[in-house]
């Protein structure tokens, strides 16, 4: 039987010893060495626990690129035996988003802790999703859930996707169109970087306020934080277009704006009549078209247009088939189709003192008086309204009218509807003496405008008759009711010589006026305000305007939209060419383009120009940027031909229209012609 109370020492590699001892010793010794313990798998003969706190980490939103800073996990041994933990790793669909460093590298004794360090690399906005796994000894091996979410500035820009110009000349650049940029994301956005590319690249031009080196703060909602402004000069005619590019630390970098636009070529056409001044006319047969007929040179004629495109004009001033210098009362019609006149009524002398016949009744022999720089309108229903003018008579003496006249080109008949008849007020005291006023904003059947001449009209939506001013010294407002055919004073005063009230620049008020002023051009947008740009006074002495003015007839109230709140002297005001503030000098004669919303304007060196309403702004079109010799004589090239070196010069005074293919047209003005004229499309 062994001796299992002995104690065996090896002293050598061949001899042993054996010493008796107690049982209680050798259990001692055995306790002393560490042994035993089955179960458990720990060396020391307990059970190990591994437990992870907290068992999730959510990493807020952190920046794309940058490390967030750690968070902790805390594994502790909750068991009694020695923990070993072999492997602690980053598992799930997004691992490389996240890193950790531990303590955990010796096992763990019973109640022992070591602490995990997770951060957070996002490489692109939005979820991350991952896990921090552990491998033990232990029961069961922990894990740690770990979410974050990346963070990143995003470029914004408005507008959103394309940027139009709509239509240009050849040659010139339009104003200025803004896109603003927004970061809509977190963190900060830096613009590296603007260009233009593609088909059409050299017609449009940036200026770039976005300082590389300047961040653009974070946040919805946010005012642009910069600009970036496009011009488009376009080189050829035809549509053209490219694209805007704009890189950025965005995560939506690069971004693109579309930029389009279409180009004509500026040029007129000498379609009819001479090239010298003061023809006398050549009547023809009255009411037969003929390609000799033509009223002779003439300027301050009235002028209407038809449904189907010709242009009839009343009257105005010129040269009597005797050679005489006065005024005329006769009615022509032109059709650019046929590119011919017709006499269509009234006297083919100079002078003449008309025939009122019954107020408000129609009559073929019906026919107002001769008269120069009258006002008109046309209705709804194709007919043409005549109020005013002036007429140098010896007859009847200097006189300005008040008397308002309807004619149905259907029947050919006219009709006298208000104003006197008899009273004919001299020109030297006409200011308004022979208006009734009534009380302001009150329609009554014995209100009437006093007699002026050079009064601007507007129609508004509802078909009623607006005039403004006259006279060079008035600035009233007046409408005039089709239905109930009363007049109503509106605005301004009932005096003459009033100084207008500009008010704030943009800022609509009911006391805001302009000045008293004649011969202003005038215009009505879409949404059925009335636009008046410039005209002449005479308070003191003679001197014109260059600003801008809106009405709204909703509200009755005036805008100074822009332009000088001073008038010149009697040159004029002097153009202002090529840049954000470009403005003409003084009226010239006018069209409306009722499709894009913009007005057109000849100015007095011959100048074209158009207006914006949506971008507030003027654009030089055509012609000269400084005063030419002979005040812009017309250089007429060949009949019937285009070109772009053709000029119709200064016009004050013309019939014009605008037909329904864009061309734009006039008759006469000026220094007394009988020439036509039409551009190309615009």
Known sequence: MPDNHALRLQTSASSTRRLPLPGIVIAAVLAGCGGGGGGGGGSDGGSPAAQVSPTTLTFDKQFVGSASAAQTITVSNSGTGSLTISNISITGTNAAAFAQTNTCGAPLLAGGTCTVNVTFTPSAAGAFSAAVSFTTNGSSNPSVALSGTGAQATLTTNPATSLSFGNAPVGQATPAQNVAITNTGAGPLYVTGASVSGTNAADFSLTNNCPSGTPIGSGNGQSPSCIISVVFTPQATGSRSATLNIVSSGGNSPTSIQLSGSATQVSWTWVHGQTITNNPPVYGTLGVPSSTASPGGRWNVSSWTDSSGNVWVFGGSGVSTTGTLGDFNDLWKYSPGTNQWTWVGGPNTITDAGSYGTQGVASSTNWPACRASATTWTDSSGNFWLFGGWCNASARGNSSFNDLWMYNPTTGQWTWMSGSMTVIVPDTVVAGGAGVYGTQGVAAASNVPGA???????????????????????????????????????????????????????????????????????????????????????????????????????????????????????????????????????????????????????????????????????????????????????????QGQASPSNTPGKRAGAATWRDSAGHLWLYGGGAGTNDVWESSPL
């Open 452 to 638: 002026r001449m050079g009064a601007v009209s507007w129609t508004d939506l509802s078909g009623n008759l607006w005039l403004f001013g006259g006279n060079s010294n008035l600035n009233d407002l007046w409408t005039y009711n089709l239905t109930s055919k009363q007049w109503t004073w509106v605005s301004g005063a009932n005096t003459t010589g009033a100084s207008g009230v500009y008010g704030t620049e943009g800022t609509p008020a009911a006391a805001n006026v302009p000045g008293a002023r004649n011969a202003g051009a005038a215009w009505t947008d879409a949404a059925g305000n009335f636009w008046l740009f410039g005209g002449t006074s005479n308070l003191t002495s003679i001197s014109n305007y260059s600003d801008l003015w809106k009405f709204s007839p909703g509200t009755s109230q005036w805008t100074w939209v822009n332009g000088s709140s001073t008038s010149s002297g009697p040159a004029g005001g002097t153009p202002v060419f090529g840049t954000p503030n470009n403005s003409p000098g003084t009226a010239g004669i006018a069209w409306t383009d009722a499709a894009a919303g913009n007005f057109w304007l000849l100015g007095d060196y011959g100048d074209l120009w158009q207006y914006s309403v949506s971008a507030n702004q003027w654009t030089w079109v055509f012609g000269p940027s400084t005063p030419p010799a002979n005040n812009s004589t017309p250089v007429y090239g060949t």
